[in-house]
């Protein structure tokens, strides 16, 4: 990870990334909820899923091959790697602001 990343996923996950027992416990944090949304609220988790922009496909594949034991964690390191996917292309991909009239903030 390059260090502009790093202090960018830092900030937004409140710890340390590049000290690998804290993606430990980042994933570790994501997999209890979504354990707890697996057991109380399914639909609230795949909608959860779909506006993190977690791939369909992907998540297709978790689902048919994970046994339910293990769902919670390959769905937590989905999101993880959607997260920081997301970040990277935050960080690569500057778009300009509208100059259009009516768009000003």
């Keep these: 990870m390059n260090i502009g990343f790093d ?11 590049h000290h690998p027992d804290n993606e430990k416990l980042s994933i570790r944090l994501i997999k209890e909820r979504v354990s707890e949304l697996l057991d109380t609220d399914p639909s609230l988790l795949f909608s959860y899923l779909y506006r993190l922009d977690v791939e369909e496909s992907e998540l297709q594949a978790i689902l048919q091959v994970t046994p339910p034991d293990l769902l919670a964690d390959s769905l937590a390191d989905a999101i993880w790697r959607r997260q920081k996917a997301r970040l990277a292309s935050k960080k690569n991909i500057k778009v300009k602001p509208v100059q259009e009239d009516g768009w000003d903030l």
């Design 7 to 17: 202090s960018e996923l830092q900030k937004y996950l409140g710890v340390e990334v």
